[in-house]
């Protein structure tokens, strides 16, 4: 801790100095129902993405106090079927810098309210992509990846392989339909091709039919080279690697799985991050406390190099070429003007190690290869952010 401190001291020396100012920062989650699974070998933490900010606080925080910069955290959990816009608005009237933890078309809702116009707002947990196409808005941030994102890394490295047979099986709740749409829409990107798909409707207990069951299920798939799985619930994916008729890798929800954060993450000071976030919250960073913690550090950011809270000045200087955001992935992290999507790597990992980091060597773009995952500026259909 004071070595970080010496360190912090040390860069924002050269800096002017600022007024002093108090930064409240608010995170608002939507409760939604979970649905059953057929295993419960990896509950939701209770503080998922809570800790994440939680730990950006004290990163803002450290930076801060020499510049005379105070921040602060304010949680507020919705309860199912509460009205989340009345919170929404409670929390706008302590301060335009929320993060918020919901579902799509509840951002929306709020996102539009009157009293949130001005504010700045960061999507931590919504993936969907309408948020960053017709659907987009102006004050609406998003620091979580995209499917559109995560589908596009994997494709890559499976085309870096040369592995072109894909077939796929997919659930049946909307969370795995909409990411076997974005594996589907990948797939066709990158000139791949997803041929047998099956779906997974069944609620066996697949803790002990596994074995027998699986073969038999992935017995008719064709020719692949690899089972490519849409299981974002995380309910039967974890029971079909070793199990598939034909000796396959599995990739997707299950084995080689693209993510915007993982305890196997290690590169690039992330080992010290991810020392950090286990002292504070006893378990490993997940992507949604990765989201969240790159939500607050980018209004941390912003504000230490404008010297104001002002959002409209933040708003330009974070869409400005001057912004840049460590985020322990190799590169410097920005927004993409067009909409509000945080550029990123994808780390590609499995349960024990990365097995690579998209984008992938050879994968071009005029502009920064970031932008070859997820939807680039002429794809994206966003009207409104600017």
Request: with cysteine; glycine share 6%.
């Amino acid at each position: 801790m004071r070595l970080r401190a010496a360190i912090a001291a040390l860069m924002l020396s050269a800096l002017p100095a600022w007024a002093e100012l108090t930064i409240p920062v608010h995170y608002l989650r939507q409760v939604v129902p979970q649905p059953p699974t057929l295993s419960n070998l990896d509950p939701r933490p209770e503080r998922l993405g809570i800790d994440g900010a939680s730990l950006a606080l004290a990163d803002n925080q450290t930076t801060g106090q020499f510049l005379g910069q105070t921040y602060t955290l304010e949680i507020t959990e919705v309860p199912e079927g509460g009205d989340f816009a009345n919170a929404m608005r409670a929390a706008l009237a302590a301060t335009p810098f929320v993060i918020l933890d919901a579902p799509a078309d509840t951002l929306l809702s709020v996102a539009d309210l009157p009293e949130a116009s001005e504010a700045l707002l960061f999507n931590a947990s919504a993936p969907d992509r309408k948020l960053r196409s017709q659907e987009c808005r102006p004050n609406l941030f998003h620091t979580g990846p995209s499917l559109d994102m995560r589908t596009d890394a994997l494709m890559q490295f499976l085309l870096s392989r040369r592995w072109t047979g894909l077939a796929l099986i997919h659930g049946t709740h909307a969370e795995d339909l909409a990411f076997a749409d974005a594996l589907t829409g990948s797939a066709s990107k990158f000139g791949l091709k997803i041929g047998a798909t099956k779906e997974w409707a069944f609620d066996a207990d697949m803790r002990r039919n596994a074995t027998q069951e699986m073969p038999l299920f992935t017995q008719d798939l064709g020719r692949h080279d690899v089972l490519l799985l849409a299981d974002e619930i995380g309910d039967f994916a974890r029971y079909i690697p070793y199990n598939t008729w034909e000796p396959r890798p599995v990739a997707g929800s299950e084995g080689l799985r693209p993510v915007a954060w993982d305890r196997v993450v290690e590169q690039w000071g992330a080992a010290q991050l991810q020392s950090r976030f286990e002292d504070l919250a006893a378990r490993p960073m997940r992507p949604l406390d990765y989201a969240a913690w790159a939500a607050f550090r980018a209004i941390g950011e912003a504000v230490t190099r404008t010297g104001t809270d002002d959002p409209a000045a933040l708003r330009a200087y974070i869409l400005s070429d001057a912004f840049e955001l460590a985020g322990f992935k190799g590169r410097p992290l920005t927004f993409r003007t067009w909409n509000g999507q945080l550029r990123q790597p994808i780390p590609l990992v499995h349960a024990h190690a990365q097995a690579a980091l998209a984008p992938l060597d050879g994968f071009l773009h005029p502009r920064t290869e970031l932008d070859t995952l997820g939807l680039d500026a002429p794809e994206s259909g966003c009207t409104r952010f600017q």
